[in-house]
C-alpha cells in the first residue's frame, strides 16, 4: 500500500490548457522546454527530452502566456526520473517560489478554467 505524503492537492493539466503555458527547467547551463503533467505548491511532475539525477536542485520557469504575461520561478529537487517511451518522466519536490503571489493567482486561475471546461 502506498502511502501519499502530499500536503496539497496535485492540479492536473488539461491539453486545451497547454497552450497558454510555457514550462521550461534548467539542466546544466541550458533551459530546456518540458510538459507539465501535474503540479502544486509543494511539488510536479513533468516530461522531459532530457535526464535528470534523484536528489539534483535545479530550476523551473511556468509561463503564462496572454496579453501580459506572467512568469513564476521555483525550485526543484528531483525524487525521481525514469525513462518512458523517448522522454524521461520526472517528479520533483518544490522548494522555493520566486512569486508567491502570482503563483496563488495562477492557482486561482487554473482552477476557475479547469472549473468551467467542467462544465461546458
Not at 20 to 30: D, G, M
Not at 97 to 116: G, H, N, P
Request: proline fraction near 2%; hydrophobic fraction near 30%.
Amino acid at each position: 500500500m502506498k502511502i501519499d505524503n502530499r500536503k496539497e492537492q496535485r492540479h492536473e493539466i488539461p491539453d486545451p490548457c497547454r497552450k497558454y503555458l510555457t514550462f521550461t527547467v534548467q539542466h546544466e547551463k541550458e533551459h530546456v522546454t518540458a510538459v507539465i503533467g501535474n503540479f502544486s505548491r509543494n511539488g510536479i511532475l513533468f516530461e522531459c527530452c532530457r535526464q535528470f539525477t534523484a536528489g539534483e536542485r535545479t530550476e523551473c520557469c511556468l509561463r503564462l502566456n496572454k496579453t501580459n504575461p506572467r512568469e513564476i520561478t521555483f525550485g526543484i529537487e528531483v525524487r525521481y526520473c525514469y525513462e518512458n517511451k523517448g522522454a524521461f518522466i520526472t517528479g520533483a519536490s518544490v522548494h522555493a517560489i520566486s512569486q508567491d503571489k502570482w503563483f496563488d493567482a495562477f492557482e486561482q486561475l487554473f482552477d476557475m478554467i479547469v472549473t468551467r471546461q467542467g462544465t461546458s
